[in-house]
């Protein structure tokens, strides 16, 4: 959408009613301010950290997975090797939201990808 639509207030009311339901794993939003920290280089790492951050279990994995890790792997700032190293073997180890489900709940809000 064009800017000043309202995109990033709808992102930030999903996040809020995720984290309201217990379902929010992480909530990124690029921001031309802080692109510093806030940029795509370490979009895949932050989204995994804040995974990790909500389960003791999955930090413990995250940890495990960092340390048996190629440091070329650890310093990567390809977003693709960063979703594929960290983020989706994380997913695979969050507890279900709902106990009759088989699959991991979890909602990840990413904003401002445009910034």
Same mark, same amino acid.
Request: charged share 15%; with cysteine.
């Given at each position: ?33 802080? $692109?510093?920290?806030? &940029? @795509? *280089?370490?979009?895949?790492? +932050?989204?995994?950290?804040? /995974?990790?951050?909500?389960?003791? =279990? ?15 792997? $650890?310093?990567?700032? &390809? @977003? *693709?090797?960063?979703?594929? +190293?960290?983020?989706?073997? /994380?997913?695979?180890?969050?507890? =279900? ?19």
């Amino acid at each position: 959408g064009v800017a000043g639509s309202g995109k990033s207030s709808i992102a930030l009311s999903v996040a809020l009613e995720a984290h309201k339901s217990g379902v929010l794993g992480a909530y990124y939003c690029f921001n031309a301010a802080h $692109q510093a920290e806030l &940029n @795509p *280089s370490n979009l895949f790492t +932050t989204i995994a950290c804040q /995974l990790a951050a909500r389960d003791k =279990a999955t930090e413990k994995h995250l940890i495990t997975m960092t340390q048996a890790c190629d440091i070329l792997i $650890q310093k990567s700032t &390809n @977003p *693709s090797v960063q979703l594929h +190293t960290f983020v989706l073997p /994380l997913l695979t180890l969050i507890p =279900a939201s709902d106990s009759a489900s088989t699959q991991p709940h979890k909602v990840i809000v990413i904003d401002a990808v445009d910034e």
